[in-house]
């Protein structure tokens, strides 16, 4: 495992009093290190092994959420299960301290054939952990075992482990907040975490205020004429009308939105016929548009539906759009993220901290934890170079090296915001 020095930070005076948060570090015999979850490394390898090898879809994390909550139970934690749907929730308290935190992480898995070719790869034909959900589900547990057997802190935590971050609109995250989460289970800042291709395992990634993008589903559906493929004339064929679609598309971004202003609008499904010699009567196209501000997403949404229904018309053709308006932007507060970084500081040292990373364009449903309490979601590298295949690829895989290091920053945040 890359050694990860610890670094004594001076007690300083700057406080972030009207948040409840200090930038000081507070006396306390100990904060957690890189090294005393080492003997965990092991342990934590097998979970996340077994939780791969068994990948369950959004809202059928059945089996994954018995393995979180008996786990929990087993090291003491106070268990509630079925929150939006297979969410699970651990609350463990120590002290007479009247401060809360909030830790999430994902649980589900994607429907794609995994080809990463390891000893424990997806038992399961046509599922896989393809976004390292194993792996942050299993960083939580290991900060759960470690807060269990210290205690070193004084207040409640509460662990949110949750179902269906990939599912869309109605995610996870809304169901579990819908169903009373943080009413149930109070805290005073929420944290949630994801794995970060292209940056080294260990490297923390952070930023204030909005870090990824809102993220939109559109649904298209052209409706022609079908026929013989030797008579195009006596049809309306709408392979023509989608293809003119898409190609039109791709000006929205570039001849419609500010360049100053990030926008993404791409087709990730475009499916029409079934043999050679038909011209078929129907075309669907599937889009992911990606924007971080409010009236850009206004933009898109109506200039995709002028479009693709001026494009149709022009063809003889007609479309019906579905726009579903998905997860909203991650917008990070300050004073939490300014926390964050620094307890990752004190872990793993500055030159493995990025405190102000790129806008990312993908869209995470923490975003709705994040409209409710103040928060922030960070991120940690999982690989560059070869090592650093893209989540959602058939070959990804999470990198075992940050199981100790993620779990060791969940129980130092824990400590430091409850000392």
């Not at 790129?358 to 409209?371: K, N, V, W």
């Not at 070869?386 to 940050?402: I, Q, S």
């Amino acid at each position: 495992m890359r050694h990860f020095p610890c670094i004594r930070i001076k007690r300083r005076r700057t406080t972030y009093l009207s948040k409840g948060l200090s930038m000081t570090t507070p006396s306390n015999p100990h904060f957690t290190v890189i090294a005393d979850l080492s003997d965990d490394a092991p342990s934590l390898r097998d979970i996340r092994h077994d939780i791969h090898r068994h990948p369950e879809l959004s809202y059928e994390e059945t089996r994954t959420a018995a393995l979180v909550a008996d786990r929990l139970e087993e090291w003491g934690w106070q268990v509630t299960r079925g929150i939006g749907g297979t969410g699970v929730v651990g609350t463990l308290k120590a002290g007479d301290g009247t401060k809360s935190i909030g830790l999430r992480a994902d649980m589900d898995a994607l429907p794609i054939i995994e080809q990463t070719g390891k000893p424990y790869a997806s038992e399961t034909h046509g599922k896989m952990h393809a976004c390292g959900h194993d792996g942050h589900t299993t960083m939580l547990l290991g900060a759960a075992r470690h807060l269990a057997r210290t205690r070193r802190f004084n207040g409640t935590v509460h662990l949110y482990f949750q179902p269906a971050e990939e599912h869309g609109v109605p995610s996870g995250a809304q169901k579990m907040i819908a169903e009373g989460l943080f009413e149930r289970f109070h805290c005073d800042a929420v944290f949630g975490v994801h794995n970060h291709p292209g940056a080294q395992p260990g490297t923390f990634l952070f930023r204030k205020g909005p870090f990824m993008a809102a993220g939109d589903q559109v649904s298209i559906a052209i409706e022609g004429v079908g026929g013989h493929a030797a008579r195009p004339h006596l049809s309306v064929d709408p392979v023509v009308v989608t293809a003119s679609i898409v190609m039109a598309l791709q000006t929205i971004v570039a001849r419609n939105v500010d360049p100053a202003q990030p926008a993404v609008v791409t087709v990730g499904s475009m499916h029409a016929g079934t043999v050679n010699n038909v011209i078929p009567s129907r075309a669907t196209l599937e889009l992911s548009v990606r924007s971080f501000d409010p009236k850009v997403r206004e933009l898109l949404k109506r200039r995709i539906k002028e479009l693709v229904e001026s494009q149709a018309a022009s063809y003889g053709a007609t479309a019906t759009v579905k726009y579903l308006e998905g997860y909203p932007v991650v917008v990070n507060s300050d004073a939490e993220t300014e926390f964050a970084i620094q307890v990752a500081r004190e872990l793993v040292g500055e030159q493995n901290v990025v405190a102000h990373a790129d806008l990312l364009m993908g869209s995470e449903d923490f975003a709705f934890m994040l409209q409710q309490r103040p928060g922030s979601f960070l991120r940690l590298g999982n690989g560059a170079g070869e090592d650093g295949c893209m989540v959602h690829n058939p070959h990804y895989d999470f990198n075992d090296k940050n199981l100790p290091v993620g779990a060791a920053y969940w129980a130092r945040l824990v400590e430091r915001f409850l000392a």
